[in-house]
Nanobody, 120 residues
Framework: QMQLEVSGGGLVPVGGTMTLSCAAS????????LSWYRQAPGETRYSVAG???????RVTDSVKGRFTLSQNSAKNTIYLQMNDLKPEDSAMYYC??????????????WGQGTQVNVSS
């Protein structure tokens, strides 16, 4: 079974820093494509940052210069370091994974959301 272990989240002051992590485990024929999404109340869930199984990393333009995505490939883990947090960053953050339990088949799963609240 594919499993996602998420850590981080909680309350943080404006301008503060918080790091989220997401670790994947389970059988795959193509590695893991891990990414972070976020969704604020009344808004659409959208991608914030991601790293595929080859280590290619990306962050969305709205958080460039403040958020940094890194990975530990040996542990199948991604880390999202969020700096200079703003109230607009308050959201439920979700880890997402694509994997291939069989060659030619690609599946997607959401991890448990973690709430990030930036106080104003």
């Amino acid at each position: 079974q594919m499993q996602l272990e998420v850590s981080g989240g909680g309350l943080v002051p404006v301008g503060g820093t918080m790091t989220l992590s997401c670790a994947a485990s389970g059988y795959t024929t193509c590695g893991y494509d891990l990414s972070w999404y976020r969704q604020a109340p009344g808004e659409t869930r959208y991608s914030v940052a991601g790293a595929d199984s080859d280590g290619t990393m990306r962050v969305t333009d709205s958080v460039k210069g403040r958020f940094t995505l890194s990975q530990n490939s040996a542990k199948n883990t991604i880390y999202l370091q969020m700096n200079d947090l703003k109230p607009e960053d308050s959201a439920m953050y979700y880890c997402n994974v694509y994997w291939c339990p069989h060659i030619g088949s690609r599946y997607n799963r959401w991890g448990q959301g973690t709430q990030v609240n930036v106080s104003s």
